[in-house]
């Protein structure tokens, strides 16, 4: 039922994009318009006061409430209710369809342009975006904990009853019963960029509900309370609930947007599932060691197989959906915080692995078919912690990782170009950083090849009918000027440099430059 869900939505792109707007970017109107209808490449969920319209005087004037007009999921529209002459600006902010939050904005006028402040929407509070990545990580932890230990032990170790597993489990469902309550009620402030002050607000709770990440994590909550009454079943209803569990995390991150969504979904489960039962069996074997004795070793081995499995399904899971949030791109794996993050997991799991391969080889070597002694226990013991703590430290990153927009998306190229203006050669980079604006770094030659600097060296975007906006240029080295500027909105801009040589002689040449 949940997996349709999002199925049921449709294909999707990595991130939902504003792909058009009534009225549009820059247009210019003869009477001021009644409603502004926003048009996205993908379903979005609405937060509140998620279009806002901001009048020439500075005054809001939507009117009514954002809504999808006929039931069309991709589109968003507001009455807007004034007749002043000028420059209007339309802010939006809407959650794709895996959870992400996007924002934008842009302008059009009545009669002719005017002045008006074009800022970007608020973003949320750094202690809310940290605090959700915190919620997020007890969640995993608690999955551990709880869905692991429980599967290994129906799997590995079925008369288990250890106080110390009793006791993991009880922190188990705790904690992701726990996390699964702060997800729901920081995700709708996060959402609609606002801060902690207004957590738990009816409106924003119900926001969350209506989305599939809502949903998920509400199920998730629900079947912890149900994992207390199967931790005595057989192992097959274990086996479906911990599915179950471990579909919710899916549901609530990356899998649920994007292309091949059904193959995500189910990778995205598995994952879930196989690092809950990598650690949770760890914590196991650490209190099976303790006894020492024929059972305990027993419980070794069977484990050795079932984690050896379970590595197997999160190498082959772990590479397909690195594929699908990278894609073949260098530059998206090694100048984005989402591949930055994505090396850091990596290595760690990579640091780990090296760890189970001793603990796997000591357990064929030594354990197999013959007694311990006291001394193998405790460097078994020890690898065993090593690998536990390493995995820990892994879900921190997922929980990073979860949150941050896939590099496929996220990745913006540099623009570089040489240009010849008034005999001197400029040779212009300009980065985009992703939330609507750009750094420019500009290097003049004069015709020797030695750096100069020219009486001026001016810099303006455009975009159809907004701008020339000034790049404020720094002078940082001879030769060498820096400057960066927000946009309203994404697009491909052109960016026009000047060069003047004298009093009266001075040049123009543009180029185009991608910003989202």
């Keep these: 039922m949940m997996l349709g869900v999002v199925l049921a939505a449709g294909p ?23 409603e502004v209808t926003l048009i996205f490449n993908e379903p979005v969920n609405m937060v509140p006061e998620s279009v806002q319209v ?3 005087d500075g005054t809001r004037v939507e009117h009514g409430k954002a809504a999808h007009p006929d039931g069309t999921a991709n589109a968003v529209r507001i009455g807007v209710a004034s007749s002043q002459r000028g420059t209007y600006l339309v802010s939006w902010r809407v959650v794709s369809a895996d959870s992400h939050p996007l924002a934008g904005a842009f302008t059009f006028s009545v009669g002719a342009a005017s002045k008006t402040d074009a800022k970007p929407p608020a973003q949320p509070s750094q202690v809310l975006s940290w605090s959700l990545g915190g919620a997020r990580w007890l969640g995993y932890l608690g999955s551990a904990l709880l869905l692991g230990i429980l599967v290994v032990l129906a799997w590995c170790w079925p008369t288990g009853s250890a106080t110390t597993l009793q006791r993991l489990v009880s922190a188990g469902a705790v904690l992701l019963a726990g996390g699964a309550l702060l997800e729901i009620l920081l995700k709708g402030p996060y959402d609609a960029g606002l801060g902690l002050s207004v957590i738990g607000r009816p409106d924003l709770l119900q926001e969350v509900w209506q989305t599939t990440y809502g949903k998920a994590v509400v199920a998730r909550f629900l079947l912890t309370g149900l994992g207390v009454l199967v931790i005595w079943r057989n192992r097959w209803v274990i086996s479906i609930w911990a599915l179950l569990v471990g579909m919710t995390f899916a549901l609530a991150g990356h899998a649920a947007g994007g292309s091949l969504r059904v193959f995500a979904v189910l990778s995205e489960t598995a994952h879930a599932i196989a690092a809950s039962i990598w650690l949770g069996g760890l914590l196991v074997v650490l209190v099976a060691i303790r006894l020492r004795d024929a059972e305990a070793l027993a419980v070794v081995r069977r484990f ?15 590479l397909f959906q690195s594929w699908r949030g990278v894609g073949w791109s260098w530059g998206a794996l090694t100048e984005t915080t989402y591949g930055h993050e994505l090396l850091v997991k990596t290595m760690l799991v990579v640091a780990v692995l090296l760890l189970a391969s001793f603990s796997r080889a000591w357990v064929n070597r030594r354990i197999a078919g013959s007694s311990a002694p006291a001394r193998r226990g405790i460097d078994l013991r020890w690898t065993v912690l090593g690998e536990a703590v390493g995995i820990i430290v892994v879900l921190a990153v997922t929980s990073s990782l979860t949150a941050t927009e896939p590099a496929r998306t ?15 050669t400029v040779r212009v980079a300009a980065t985009p950083r992703g939330d609507r604006s750009v750094d420019l770094r500009l ?13 001026e060296v001016k810099a303006a975007v455009s975009l159809g009918k907004i701008g020339p906006l000034p790049v404020p240029l720094e002078a940082v080295s001879s030769g060498q000027r820096l400057g960066s500027i927000d946009v309203p909105v994404a697009g491909t ?15 123009t040449k543009t180029i185009d430059v991608p910003i989202r």
């Design 410 to 424: 996220a990745y913006h190229p540099k623009t570089t170009a040489e240009l010849v203006i008034e005999g001197d």
């Design 12 to 34: 999707t792109e990595a991130h939902a994009v504003l792909k058009s707007s009534t009225p549009a970017e820059g247009d210019v109107l003869d009477v001021a318009p009644t």
């Design 304 to 318: 050795s197989r079932l984690a050896f499995a379970a590595v197997c399904a999160l190498v082959i899971t772990g």
């Design 54 to 56: 901001f009048a020439p």
């Design 493 to 507: 801009w052109k960016l026009a440099i000047t060069v003047r040589a004298t009093e009266f002689d001075q040049s």
């Design 443 to 455: 290097y003049v030659f004069d015709a020797s090849g030695q750096p100069t600097d020219p009486p």
